[in-house]
């Protein structure tokens, strides 16, 4: 980079490298999804997704290796959690992505046109790291995307939601997941740091500064834990209790992509169906997303990595997974 003054260029010598990520694997789907495992050192290896669809094309990224938010229903909070990724292992799966569908695909144009921070990893717990890369997607030196197609999904970490909408305000996806707290307690257990009601203050608050007017409430249905009429109706009022007249979410109903360890199950069609009919005749915007990629186990929450867990959460969790079967009859 000779446009740098030649002091500089000495001190990036001895402070910085350039280089990207190794790749382990590589899985294509029959529907055109393909994940990528990197390895991120240290014995950790993360996962990226992209998911090519008629209109657009959509990169699933990590945020870390593994998550100490340790859901029920989540392969990676199963295996627990290891390490923050730096910015630039974060934005470096996306230049892997493009680069490599570029090249395969012999396009010239952009591939990636929207970000989703979905794969492992709770986004706002790695904030610092985060909002730089970020910043890159955005920036038109950068990627250049646009803040409606960048989005962080988040279980809830509540101030650095405030945070987010100040510092670099992107599309938000909140993953609910219930109604109410008692169950959400059990489900994502960050729920019991910050509750519902100060989850839905967040969310207004959100909405301030929010590149779109809505909020994406993810909803993942567990057959005969949250997915029955009456937690629709709680959800209605829940909705309604916190939206002061306008319509400011919509609810992405997402079914469950099981994995042996969680003893839990998909809701069926027909339950998800009767779900999201009862919430679109509230008037609330509901959509079922389709399931892609399962068959390279690249759906949402079965992205596993490979991670040395230093925090015991999934030590914990498979101690406590015997109670929750009992809570959840997972057999019934
Ligand atoms: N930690 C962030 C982002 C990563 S998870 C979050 O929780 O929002 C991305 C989405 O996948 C979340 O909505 C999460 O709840 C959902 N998810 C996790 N495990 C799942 C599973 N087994 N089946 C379906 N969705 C799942
Ligand atoms: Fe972490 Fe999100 Fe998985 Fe919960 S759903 S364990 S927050 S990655």
Not at 104 to 121: A, E, P, Q, Y
Not at 165 to 171: E, G, H, K, L
Not at 175 to 190: E, I, Q
Request: aromatic share 6%.
């Amino acid at each position: 980079m000779s446009d740098l003054a030649k002091s500089l260029r000495e001190k990036l010598k001895v402070s910085a490298c350039i280089q990207g990520l190794e790749v382990i694997s590589e899985h294509k789907s029959s529907d055109g999804t393909i994940k990528w495992l990197f390895n991120v050192g240290g014995g950790d290896a993360v996962e990226a997704v992209f998911i090519p669809e008629d209109d657009r094309g959509t990169l699933c990224i990590s945020s870390q290796a593994g998550c100490a938010v340790g859901c029920r229903f989540c392969s990676t909070g199963h295996q627990g959690f290891s390490r923050n990724l730096k910015s630039g292992e974060i934005i470096a799966q996306l230049w892997f992505a493009e680069h490599f569908l570029r090249k395969h695909l012999h396009r010239t144009d952009r591939v990636i046109s929207n970000v989703v921070m979905m794969g492992m990893g709770e986004p706002l717990q790695n904030y610092s790291e985060l909002v730089p890369a970020l910043r890159i997607m955005l920036d038109d030196h950068g990627y250049g995307l646009s803040r409606r197609r960048v989005t962080v999904s988040t279980s809830g970490v509540v101030p650095m939601m405030d945070r987010l909408a100040i510092d670099c305000p992107v599309a938000l996806a909140v993953s609910l997941h219930a109604p109410n707290d008692g169950l959400r307690d059990n489900l994502v257990p960050l729920n019991r740091k910050y509750p519902i009601a100060e989850l839905m203050d967040a969310c207004n608050r959100y909405l301030a500064h929010a590149p779109r007017d809505f909020i994406t409430f993810e909803y993942c249905m567990l057959d005969g834990v949250n997915d029955q009429p009456e937690h629709a109706q709680q959800l209605i009022e829940l909705v309604r209790r916190h939206s002061s007249g306008g319509v400011w979410c919509k609810f992405n109903l997402i079914p469950f992509n099981p994995f042996p360890e969680s003893g839990l199950r998909r809701s069926s069609a027909g339950q998800v169906a009767v779900f999201a009919k009862m919430l679109s005749d509230a008037g609330i915007v509901t959509t079922v997303r389709k399931t892609r990629g399962d068959d390279i186990d690249a759906a949402c929450g079965q992205l596993a990595g490979d991670v040395k867990d230093r925090t015991r959460v999934g030590e914990r969790m498979a101690q406590q997974r015997s109670i929750m079967l009992k809570v959840v009859p997972a057999g019934s």
